[in-house]
């Protein structure tokens, strides 16, 4: 069976800090399929980002990046200098080669104030 | 490229009444999801189509749930009887899945929120 978890259930910051969101998985499966997404307060998910898991290198898109490590099963996401529009729920997720499904963290909600 | 729409986007029903809600995937997308969403909760798995063929029911997926996507295009799920407990926000997703095998993201439409009184 597949797992995530997101022990950070809230997170509130200062604009122009830096936060991470952490996520663990569990799977026995080799090939698996890592997710982030954001659901802002208007409730649609929004896609970030997919990583496989045969493919570790770090990913860094503007203020967003990800941190893949397989040996501590983790796929933390960290927003630099952050802003309020950042404010949402954010959601990891983990799909399997075979399940095609995704199954969700229980989500972490990051406040930004200004 | 319009996305993933729901319709509609809320509903309010009576205990035992039947609900129908649609969902029209991203035109290019052979793979079409159902997900349900509680407060505070992540999404979790109700079914999902590739084409109109039905692949996998979770059992969440009660016998007074049905969903169909009858020309691979657009699906519905219905809700017979509905109870207190079916509250929640449908949400839909859709995906591409090639020949290649390759699993891709799926991308979410603004979902259906039932309120049942």
């Known amino acids: 069976a597949q797992k995530v978890t997101q022990a950070q259930t809230e997170i509130s910051v200062v604009e122009k800090e830096d936060v991470t969101l952490d996520c663990v998985y569990e799977t026995r499966d080799t090939t698996y399929y890592l997710f982030w997404y954001k659901q802002p307060p208007s409730g649609e998910l929004v896609f970030l980002i997919r990583r496989n898991s045969f493919d570790e290198q770090n990913e860094i898109s503007g203020r967003y990046s990800w941190n893949f490590q397989k040996s501590t099963s983790s796929f933390n996401f960290t927003i630099t200098a952050s802003q309020v529009v950042d404010s949402a729920v954010y959601f990891c997720?983990?799909?399997?080669?075979?399940?095609?499904?995704?199954?969700f963290g229980q989500g972490t909600r990051l406040t930004i104030n200004p | 490229d319009t996305g993933v729409s729901q319709d509609p986007r809320h509903k309010i029903t009576k205990r035992g009444q039947n609900v129908t809600f649609r969902c029209d995937p991203i035109s290019e997308h052979n793979r079409l999801y159902w997900y349900r969403q509680t407060l505070g909760q992540g999404p979790e798995f109700l079914t999902y189509f590739q084409n109109e063929a039905q692949l996998e029911k979770s059992r969440l997926l009660s016998d007074r749930f049905s969903a169909e996507r009858p020309k691979g295009s657009f699906s519905t799920l219905e809700i017979q009887r509905t109870e207190q407990g079916d509250s929640a926000m449908y949400l839909c997703a859709s995906s591409h899945f090639g020949s290649n095998r390759k699993t891709y993201e799926q991308y979410f439409g603004p979902g259906t929120r039932l309120t049942v009184t």
């Open positions: 997720a983990l799909t399997t080669q075979g399940a095609q499904k995704l199954v």
